[in-house]
């Protein structure tokens, strides 16, 4: 089955030590999200790359940092984490065809910070 | 701008009972609309969404919703609540630009009772 695939799903980390997470599709999706969801709160968009074009949100901290190596991957780096990044990293795919196309998620990464 | 309201952070039902979940939104361009589910420590499973067409739109797990362009709802239902059904449900509208990015509501936690 076609799907969106994160490793590890759960993460722990020491404060201020990098981190990498890592998301695969076999959808062959042109874009590819990554997410911050804290506890009961809605996921957040922190950037998306749309083919090789990375794209930030405004109030994504510098902390945060991707890459995409191919079309399947996609990594989300955190230089420096700290408590506050402590979440659910969510990776999501779509073709980008328009306001109507579906975005579809992988399981997630927890991320605990010790 | 856009903008979705979810009513309601916690909805209880008893099992068999009726579930309404309430979804409203505000777009300056036909809207693009989704509910997604998600299972604790899960990713987001799509349930349905409404692009065009027929304003009653049926998805998966016996869920369905109704566009009202009047009222600028698109509010979620199921006849018959299983216990399975407890989750986070996520309304969405399809932002404005590429790369079908997503606005999403608050979020509605779904409790299912004996």
């Known amino acids: 089955d076609a799907m969106v695939i994160q490793n590890p799903r759960y993460q722990v980390t020491q404060f201020g030590k990098p981190v990498t997470l890592s998301c695969s599709q076999t959808?062959?999706?042109?874009?590819m999200y990554w997410y911050q969801q804290k506890s009961s709160q809605a996921p957040k968009l922190l950037f998306h790359?749309?083919?090789?074009?990375?794209?930030n949100e405004a109030d994504t901290p510098d902390n945060f940092q991707s890459r995409r190596p191919n079309t399947s991957f996609c990594f989300l780096d955190i230089r420096s984490p700290g408590l506050g990044d402590a979440a659910m990293y969510l990776c999501?795919?779509?073709?980008?065809?328009?306001?109507?196309?579906?975005?579809?998620f992988g399981p997630g990464t927890r991320l605990l910070v010790l | 701008a856009q903008s979705v309201t979810q009513l309601g952070s916690h909805v209880s039902v008893s099992e068999g009972a009726l579930v309404l979940l309430r979804c409203n939104y505000s777009?300056?361009?036909?809207?693009?609309l989704f509910w997604y589910v998600q299972y604790p420590n899960q990713g987001l499973q799509l349930l349905l969404k409404?692009?065009?067409?027929?304003?009653l739109v049926k998805g998966i797990n016996g869920f369905e919703a109704e566009f009202k362009k009047s009222e600028t709802s698109f509010h979620l239902t199921k006849p018959s609540a299983h216990m399975s059904d407890a989750a986070e449900y996520f309304c969405?509208?399809?932002?404005?630009?590429?790369?079908?990015?997503?606005?999403f509501g608050t979020g509605t936690r779904l409790q299912v009772t004996l």
């Open positions: 999501a795919t779509s073709t980008g065809g328009g306001r109507q196309e579906t975005q579809y």
């Open positions: 959808l062959n999706h042109n874009v």
């Open positions: 790359y749309y083919d090789k074009d990375f794209n």
């Open positions: 777009s300056s361009v036909p809207p693009y």
């Open positions: 409404y692009t065009t067409g027929a304003t």
């Open positions: 969405a509208l399809g932002a404005t630009g590429t790369a079908s990015k997503l606005t």
